[in-house]
């Protein structure tokens, strides 16, 4: 399983685009990448896959390299509604082994 | 998205009783789901991998006799923490796997447990 590792925090204002970058370089052929937000006292929440280049949907964008070393997901305009835990994770055995994951703050 | 969901949100036992937790694959069936424990400030851990049908995988570490896991149907798993104690007190959180293809894991909203 290939390991992650990201900020253990990040700080952004309302109204701003916050882009978390996650390193993976270990990533397997068939290894496909998955980020979740997790606020306290709940379960991850599941935000956006990929496998190489782009993908958005309605909440966020994830940009993968040629690579695939790394991946950045990009949450435009955040709100104070975002601070929470985000978790990048790599894998397509099952199993998900979470990294500490970036505490991103966001401040008025 | 696929929902998820678990049962009890919280329970309060006392030392030496034991405890069931219920999850469920509301609208999908789920052949593999999942089992984390969270301590505070903590990420979550990898306990084990519910198969339906079939044995659990553990991780190591995680004993199999104090958290009996059972896959009985595909859309449920349950998992009994047996003679709780202080220390198992923790945000115990399932998930379940859609999809062959590729890893989309969708998570319940967590149990807390206190074992008093």
């Known amino acids: 399983l290939a390991k992650t590792t990201q900020p253990i925090s990040m700080d952004s204002y309302e109204g701003q685009e916050v882009n978390i970058t996650c390193s993976h370089n270990n990533i397997a052929t068939n290894d496909y990448i998955t980020w979740y937000q997790q606020f306290p006292s709940q379960g991850p929440r599941f935000i956006i896959q990929?496998?190489?280049t782009k993908v958005t949907n309605e909440v966020a964008s994830l940009f993968i390299p040629a690579d695939r070393k790394s991946s950045t997901l990009s949450l435009p305009r955040v709100s104070l509604s975002d601070t929470a835990v985000y978790y990048c994770l790599v894998g397509d055995t099952g199993k998900l082994i979470f990294g500490q994951g970036t505490t991103l703050q966001v401040k008025p | 998205g696929a929902v998820v969901s678990q049962h009890p949100s919280r329970v309060i036992c006392k030392s030496g009783t034991s405890v069931k937790i219920e999850c469920r694959s509301l609208d999908f069936q789920a052949t593999t789901m999942f089992w984390y424990r969270q301590f505070p400030k903590q990420s979550l851990m990898l306990m084990a991998t519910?198969?339906?049908?079939?044995?659990?995988?553990?991780e190591q570490g995680v004993e199999k006799d104090k958290f009996l896991i059972n896959h009985a149907s595909l859309t449920l798993s349950t998992l009994t923490v047996t003679s709780a104690h202080p220390e198992d007190s923790s945000f115990y959180i399932c998930?379940?796997?859609?999809?062959?293809?590729?890893?989309?894991?969708?998570f319940g909203p967590g149990t807390r447990l206190l074992v008093l």
């Open positions: 998930s379940a796997r859609v999809g062959r293809d590729q890893e989309t894991q969708y």
């Open positions: 519910s198969n339906e049908g079939s044995k659990a995988t553990y």
């Open positions: 990929g496998y190489k």
